[in-house]
């Protein structure tokens, strides 16, 4: 709600999702079907708004899930650049302590996605992500949820010059959505992808 409210003091129009899952509080669900929804979601709200393009935020998860639309689920036509804050691109260690809590698979969630190696994380990285979208990973060396080894982006031949790494030090896993040490950093990201399709746009 901190970064909702301080882009829309900036100008932006803002789009938040409640992805369901745990009490409908917590997001469990698979990185598969968080994707899907969204979607169907923004193509809904584009319908009715008669927008074309968004940038897109994600936290932890949520960047897993916006790359996923972007690649894999009709994200390309509609999004303008991708930010991720403490993503875990190449999976994270961690999701083995939310695999024991969702009972190592009894119960239905994302946290497999989330393992170094999980079918997600091959399929993400085999494919290439779209070279007219902007994608920075913002991550922080002091995370312990997601350690910054697993957010650093590797840019393969045809990704490579809107590809971005931009390191933190001194922010936890949920500060980087909160910290004004870090807002600058969101803000230099929307303003160079604006600028760009601001060029495209002619």
Known sequence: EVLEDRLRHQGYAVMS?????????????????????IADKIESLAAKHGFRRVHVI???????????????????????????????HHGTPTALIAMALMGFGAL???????????????????????????????????????????SILRPRPGEG??????????????????SPEVYPHILEHLDHAAALWRERDG
């Open 108 to 150: 239905p969630s994302s946290a497999k996605d989330l393992l170094p190696g999980s079918g997600v994380v091959r399929r993400l990285g085999q494919d290439v992500f779209p070279a007219t979208i902007p994608l920075t990973s913002l991550y922080s060396v002091e995370d312990l949820v997601c350690p910054y080894w697993c």
């Open 17 to 37: 999702f409640n992805l369901g899952g745990l009490l409908w509080k917590f997001n469990t669900q698979p990185i598969d079907k968080s994707a899907a929804l």
């Open 161 to 178: 010059h809107q590809i971005r790494n931009v390191e933190l030090r001194g922010i936890g896993h949920s500060q980087l959505v909160w």
């Open 58 to 88: 994600g936290h932890s998860k949520g960047g897993l899930i916006a790359r996923r639309w972007v690649q894999h689920y009709g994200g390309h036509l509609r999004v303008k650049s991708l930010l991720t804050l403490g993503t875990p």
